[in-house]
């Protein structure tokens, strides 16, 4: 005698859901119905988070751009060295510079656990070239200097260890030296003929061209790449430093060992063996985590602040889903009276209008993010005309935030017009018209 109630009840449990998604189904169809209003309801929706995913890209490849663009070695994994200067008293107490040989030292160090070490020098200088001059910067390089600096050829070779053994004076130079030098495609460099160049007194041998490299805005400063000319550094030290002084040591982590010590262990152990070898005199300085630190806060306030826009966006779109809903639950009065009148609850009647705001909040958000993408590929690909190399990068964050936030917003902006559905009276509703 049990068991026919239960089966009556399990099927009246599933036609219930059945109808509750047969009424979710149609009431998301009557809002959609209009095409002017379902456009004026998702609008805010789709622009918000097709923003959010356009910005998000858009910031992505601008900070890879920015790195690219970089005149200077700016990894995360790098540790830079410089000279700094000290009282009298300690300039007494030694009489050695910063030097290659304190790189050599560093490479060495069994506590770095295998961490390269290299050393740069740089000078001022004229170049000349058939009667055409240009002011440059002679830079101390070795062959590992194109993965340190993220450096490409535009036509010859880099640097290779036999120059360096052979103290050979031959040079790479910047895309800007080039032009204005020589002129003419680059691949000239690799002419079985080789060009020469004079700086500061001394021929040199041109055996490469580096691929242009761009900056941000512009500079009459030597210290760019497209104004730079690489020479061996054991030729360098010859001719301009017999002392084997040097400007920078760049020390990094064998990118192989698969436990890396910290950053600020490595400092420590950098800051011991330079003053050991310095006689206890800090006349060196290590670039702390705050400077790159401090890079990074700025790109975050700035994502965070470009982001917040997409956010705004959002909300107003959530603003007009609830004023949608509430004119949608006028229109339909006399339907929820029908439904409280065949026995439908007020929990029912506000999870169908909740899930009716949170369906159309997602259509929104994936026509948005839909829209955000193909924006974004179009943006990339005018910049990368505009600016040189700019990379279409999808942010997989910026997908799941923004489609979850559309969810979040029809949700709680859709929660009064539901609220207010399920408190109808179901007998003053029959009554409307």
């Known amino acids: 005698m049990a068991a026919g109630p239960a089966r009556g009840a399990a ?86 510079d910063l030097s290659r040989d304190d790189a050599r030292a560093l490479a060495a160090s069994r506590a770095l656990g295998g961490a390269s070490a290299l050393s740069e020098s740089v000078r001022p200088a004229e170049a000349r070239a058939g009667g055409k001059k240009k002011r440059i910067s002679l830079v101390s390089a070795v062959p590992a200097a194109p993965a340190l600096y993220d ?36 691949a000239r460099a690799a002419q079985a003929e080789p060009l020469h160049m004079t700086a500061d007194g001394h021929v040199w041998t041109v055996v490469g061209v580096l691929q242009d490299r761009p900056i941000l805005g512009s500079t009459d400063d030597t210290n760019i790449w497209n104004r730079k000319v690489l020479v061996p550094e054991t030729t360098y030290d010859a001719l301009y430093a017999p002392s084997h002084r040097t400007d920078r040591l760049y020390v990094r982590q064998d990118p192989l060992v698969t436990v890396r010590t910290p950053l600020a262990a490595l400092r420590g152990v950098i800051d011991a063996t330079l003053q050991r070898r310095h006689h206890g005199v800090k006349n060196f300085r290590i670039e702390d985590e705050d400077s790159h630190g401090q890079e990074r806060l700025v790109l975050d306030i700035i994502k965070m602040l470009l982001l917040s826009t997409g956010v705004v966006a959002l909300i107003v779109g959530g603003i007009n889903i609830m004023n ?41 958000g994936v026509l948005g993010v839909l829209s955000g993408l193909a924006l974004s590929w179009l943006a990339s690909a005018l910049l990368a005309r505009m600016v040189g190399r700019w990379a279409f990068q999808v942010e997989p964050w910026s997908l799941f935030l923004g489609l979850g936030l559309s969810v979040t917003i029809g949700v709680v902006f859709g929660f009064y017009p539901a609220w207010r559905a399920s408190r109808l009276d179901p007998i003053e509703a029959l009554r409307s018209e």
């Open 324 to 364: 949608i809903m509430l004119v949608t639950v006028t229109e339909r009065t006399r339907e929820i009276g029908i439904r409280r009148a065949v026995g439908a609850s007020p929990r029912a009647i506000l999870l169908q209008f909740l899930c009716e705001a949170a369906a159309v909040s997602l259509l929104g």
């Open 11 to 96: 099927r009246s449990r599933g036609g219930d859901a059945a109808m509750r998604l047969d009424d979710l189904l149609h009431s998301t169809r009557a809002v959609v119905a209009d095409r002017t209003r379902a456009a004026l309801t998702l609008l805010g929706i789709i622009i918000g988070t097709g923003s959010i995913v356009l910005l998000a890209s858009l910031l992505a490849g601008g900070e890879e751009a920015l790195l690219r663009a970089s005149q200077q070695a700016v990894e995360a994994d790098l540790i830079q060295v410089h000279p700094a200067e000290v009282s009298v008293g300690d300039r007494r107490r030694t009489r050695r």
């Open 151 to 186: 450096l490409e050829l535009a036509a010859g070779r880099f640097l290779v260890e036999a120059d360096l053994a052979a103290r050979r004076r031959v040079c790479v130079v910047g895309h800007e030296v080039w032009a204005e030098l020589f002129g003419g495609p680059p």
